[in-house]
C-alpha cells in the first residue's frame, strides 16, 4: 500500500476499550461505534460497577435490546467484569466459564465509578492467580492514586510501583496497559520481557496520538480535551505515535470513548472523558498518515486486538476515503447532548457507509 493514499480498504477494526453506560444514553453511542466497528470490550464502571456474571449478562442483554432497537446485527459486546476487593475466584471461573473477555483493575479513586475499584492488590492474590491459570485477561487503569503524586506523573509510578511487581508476581497473567500516555508506558511494554506466552500488551486512544497537554489549556480551559489519564507533554505523544505505527503486535487500538454530557464537562467540577466514537477511525487514520505509517494500520487496529485476546480476526472489509468530514458542535445524548472530539472542526478521514 502507497503512503498517501486517498482510500484505504482494511478488515473491519474492533475498539478494545469503550464506555457506553447505560440507560437512556447508550443508544446515542453505541450507533456511533457499532458503524465503524465489529467488536468492542465494553468497559464496566456503571453505577454501581458490574463485579458479577449475573449482572454482566443483564448488562449484555440491556446492550443487544439497543441494538436491536437501532436494527444493528453486526455488533458484538465483549463484556468485561469490575475487580474489587471482595471479587472471589469462584467468579472467575463462573466468568471463564460465561465467556466474559477480562477483569478490569481500577485503584480505587483513579478515574470515573472507580471508587468500588482495588485499594491493594493484596486483596486480589487468589483471583489472580485463577486469573493466570484459566489465561483471563486483566486489564488495567495505570495510574497510582495517592493524592501526593503529581498527576502527570501518576502512570509511570504506577509501572514501579504497581505493574512491574504484578508481573513478577504472575509472569503468565495476560495483562492489558490500558490507554497509555507516557514514553515510560510505551517503552516498558515494548521491551517487557516474557516467556513463551504473548502476556503483555496496551491499547492507545486517538486523543492521546493527536494531542498534547497543551489542547487542555490553549486559549482558556478545554474541558472537552480532559480525560484520565490525562493528556501529557508532546514528547509522550511521539512515543505513543511512535507505538502505534511500529507493528509491534503489543500495542493496539482502543478508543477510551466516555461520554458524558456536555453540562457534566462544561461545568466547575468537570468530569474526565473524551468523546471520541463519532469519527474514532477517522481520528486514527489521521495520526497514522501523519507518520506515513498507512500500512501499520490494518495490524493496530484489525488484528493485534483479536489475536492477544485469542479471538477470530474479523474477515468483513470497511473503507476509508480522504472526504473531509464535518464534526458537529453537538450531538444528541439522551435528553442532553455531548460535544464530540474536533467539535465544530472537520477531520481528513471518513468512513464509506454501506
Ligand atoms: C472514563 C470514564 O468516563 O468512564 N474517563 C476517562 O477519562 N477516560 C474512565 C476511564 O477510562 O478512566
Ligand atoms: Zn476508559
Given at each position: 500500500?502507497?503512503?498517501?493514499?486517498?482510500?484505504?480498504?482494511?478488515?473491519?477494526?474492533?475498539?478494545?476499550?469503550?464506555?457506553?453506560?447505560?440507560?437512556?444514553?447508550?443508544?446515542?453511542?453505541?450507533?456511533?461505534?457499532?458503524?465503524?466497528?465489529?467488536?468492542?470490550?465494553?468497559?464496566?464502571?456503571?453505577?454501581?460497577?458490574?463485579?458479577?456474571?449475573?449482572?454482566?449478562?443483564?448488562?449484555?442483554?440491556?446492550?443487544?435490546?439497543?441494538?436491536?432497537?437501532?436494527?444493528?446485527?453486526?455488533f458484538t459486546p465483549l463484556m468485561?467484569?469490575?475487580?474489587?476487593?471482595?471479587?472471589?475466584?469462584?467468579?472467575?471461573?463462573?466468568?471463564?466459564?460465561?465467556?466474559?473477555?477480562?477483569?478490569?483493575?481500577?485503584?480505587?479513586?483513579?478515574?470515573?465509578?472507580?471508587?468500588?475499584?482495588?485499594?491493594?492488590?493484596?486483596?486480589?492474590?487468589?483471583?489472580?492467580?485463577?486469573?493466570?491459570?484459566?489465561?483471563?485477561?486483566?486489564?488495567?487503569?495505570?495510574?497510582?492514586?495517592?493524592?501526593?503524586?503529581?498527576?502527570?506523573?501518576?502512570?509511570?509510578?504506577?509501572?514501579?510501583?504497581?505493574?512491574?511487581?504484578?508481573?513478577?508476581?504472575?509472569?503468565?497473567?495476560?495483562?492489558?496497559?490500558?490507554?497509555?500516555?507516557?514514553?515510560?508506558?510505551?517503552?516498558?511494554?515494548?521491551?517487557?520481557?516474557?516467556?513463551?506466552?504473548?502476556?503483555?500488551?496496551?491499547?492507545?486512544?486517538?486523543?492521546?496520538?493527536?494531542?498534547?497537554?497543551?489542547?487542555?489549556?490553549?486559549?482558556?480551559?478545554?474541558?472537552?480535551?480532559?480525560?484520565?489519564?490525562?493528556?501529557?507533554?508532546?514528547?509522550?505523544?511521539?512515543?505513543?505515535?511512535?507505538?502505534?505505527?511500529?507493528?509491534?503486535?503489543?500495542?493496539?487500538?482502543?478508543?477510551?470513548?466516555?461520554?458524558?454530557?456536555?453540562?457534566?464537562?462544561?461545568?466547575?467540577?468537570?468530569?474526565?472523558?473524551?468523546?471520541?466514537?463519532?469519527?474514532?477511525?477517522?481520528?486514527?487514520?489521521?495520526?497514522?498518515?501523519?507518520?506515513?505509517?498507512?500500512?501499520?494500520?490494518?495490524?493496530?487496529?484489525?488484528f493485534f486486538g483479536p489475536d492477544?485476546?485469542?479471538?477470530?480476526?474479523?474477515?468483513?472489509?470497511?473503507?476509508?476515503?480522504?472526504?473531509?468530514?464535518?464534526?458537529?458542535?453537538?450531538?444528541?445524548?439522551?435528553?442532553?447532548?455531548?460535544?464530540?472530539?474536533?467539535?465544530?472542526?472537520?477531520?481528513?478521514?471518513?468512513?464509506?457507509?454501506?
Open positions: 500500500m502507497s503512503n498517501s493514499p486517498t482510500q484505504i480498504e482494511l478488515i473491519q477494526p474492533d475498539d478494545w476499550h469503550l464506555h457506553i453506560r447505560d440507560g437512556a444514553v447508550m443508544k446515542d453511542v453505541l450507533a456511533d461505534t457499532a458503524r465503524q466497528f465489529a467488536r468492542a470490550i465494553i468497559m464496566p464502571n456503571l453505577k454501581p460497577p458490574v463485579t458479577t456474571v449475573g449482572l454482566a449478562k443483564a448488562y449484555k442483554a440491556r446492550i443487544q435490546a439497543n441494538l436491536n432497537a437501532l436494527g444493528i446485527s453486526a468485561i467484569l469490575y475487580l474489587t476487593d471482595t471479587t472471589s475466584v469462584d467468579e472467575v471461573r463462573k466468568a471463564k466459564d460465561a465467556g466474559i473477555a477480562g477483569f478490569k483493575l481500577y485503584p480505587a479513586g483513579a478515574t470515573t465509578n472507580s471508587d468500588a475499584g482495588v485499594s491493594d492488590l493484596k486483596h486480589c492474590h487468589a483471583v489472580l492467580e485463577e486469573m493466570q491459570s484459566v489465561g483471563m485477561p486483566l486489564l488495567v487503569h495505570g495510574e497510582v492514586t495517592s493524592p501526593e503524586i503529581d498527576i502527570f506523573d501518576r502512570e509511570a509510578v504506577f509501572i514501579d510501583s504497581v505493574l512491574e511487581p504484578l508481573r513478577q508476581h504472575f509472569p503468565e497473567l495476560k495483562v492489558v496497559f490500558e490507554h497509555l500516555t507516557t514514553k515510560q508506558a510505551a517503552h516498558y511494554v515494548r521491551d517487557a520481557i516474557i516467556g513463551g506466552k504473548n502476556t503483555i500488551a496496551a491499547t492507545i486512544t486517538p486523543q492521546h496520538l493527536l494531542m498534547n497537554r497543551n489542547a487542555i489549556f490553549s486559549g482558556g480551559i478545554r474541558p472537552h480535551n480532559y480525560c484520565l489519564p490525562v493528556l501529557k507533554r508532546e514528547e509522550h505523544r511521539v512515543a505513543l505515535l511512535e507505538a502505534a505505527t511500529s507493528g509491534n503486535p503489543r500495542f493496539f487500538l482502543g478508543t477510551d470513548s466516555a461520554p458524558h454530557a456536555k453540562g457534566a464537562k462544561e461545568t466547575a467540577c468537570g468530569c474526565a472523558g473524551c468523546y471520541s466514537a463519532f469519527n474514532a477511525l477517522g481520528l486514527y487514520a489521521e495520526a497514522f498518515e501523519s507518520q506515513g505509517k498507512f500500512d501499520k494500520l490494518e495490524g493496530f487496529a484489525s492477544f485476546y485469542s479471538l477470530p480476526r474479523n474477515t468483513q472489509k470497511i473503507t476509508l476515503v480522504k472526504q473531509a468530514q464535518n464534526i458537529p458542535a453537538e450531538l444528541p445524548l439522551g435528553d442532553a447532548t455531548i460535544v464530540p472530539l474536533r467539535a465544530g472542526e472537520t477531520i481528513a478521514w471518513s468512513l464509506v457507509e454501506n
